[in-house]
């Protein structure tokens, strides 16, 4: 019982998990929507990831809140942006701001399928991978010591190894 999915796991043993956090598709989005009017001209926007995390790293939002739940999600289905203020409401703050509400849903889902706590975050895919700002809001919160995944593609090679270990 819990708020979580059970997955088959290695060995015959389960996985808890959850779902359908706001990530990657959520931050696309929104940079979609600050995009839209160069796109609309003709200029769409060149390497745009590199700026918004430069951005980022720099911002420290006090009151601004983002909430990148718009999709429907395991944590809701109404995103929302709080306290606004005119020093805030860049790009820097806004992204920064959403860095840390996805950091607050991963550590709300870590304490639901791991409520005995834990001793490291292991970091894998490309938007924790490639993203420092998102990492170190993470780890802030977390506060205990984290890894890079050593596989680029983790996803993929867990899937390989559970294959590997259902016909061995």
Request: glycine share 8%; net charge positive.
């Amino acid at each position: 019982p819990g708020n979580w999915q059970l997955r088959p796991y290695f060995k015959g043993q389960w996985l808890r998990t959850i779902t359908h956090l706001p990530a990657g598709r959520a931050l696309n989005r929104l940079l979609s929507l600050l995009g839209e009017l160069a796109t609309e001209q003709g200029t769409p926007l060149r390497e745009p990831w590199q700026e918004i995390c430069k951005l980022a790293e720099r911002a420290n939002p006090k009151k601004l809140h983002v909430d990148l739940s718009f999709f429907p999600c395991a944590i809701g289905r109404e995103g929302a942006f709080v306290h606004i203020t005119e020093d805030e409401f860049n790009v820097g703050s806004i992204f920064r701001s959403a860095f840390r509400s996805m950091a607050r849903n991963y550590l709300v889902a870590a304490k639901k399928v791991a409520p005995e706590g834990w001793s490291k975050v292991v970091f894998s895919g490309g938007l924790a991978i490639k993203t420092v700002v998102l990492r170190d809001e993470i780890t802030n919160l977390f506060g205990c010591p984290h890894r890079l995944s050593d596989e680029p593609e983790a996803a993929l090679a867990g899937l390989l190894s559970l294959s590997r270990s259902i016909h061995a």
